[in-house]
């Protein structure tokens, strides 16, 4: 016996997946693309999404006052 209450054929379900399972192929494809590219700097682009989110935070605010 397996250990599992019920037989196989009467279990519902999806099968379980872990994490590493569920990751590896995107892994793989980001390895065989290279993964970089030149023109891609973090900082700028750290940056630029800061700057956003912070443009975001701003607009919110401007249309949540209490008038």
Known sequence: MSG???PAHTRIGLPKM????????????AEAQGGHHESLNPA???????????????????????R
């Open 44 to 66: 700028v682009t750290g940056g630029s999404a800061f700057v956003i989110l912070l443009l975001l935070l701003w607009v919110t605010t401007r249309f949540n006052r209490d």
């Open 4 to 6: 599992h209450l019920y």
């Open 18 to 29: 872990s994490f590493h399972s569920a990751a590896a192929p995107l892994v793989n494809l």
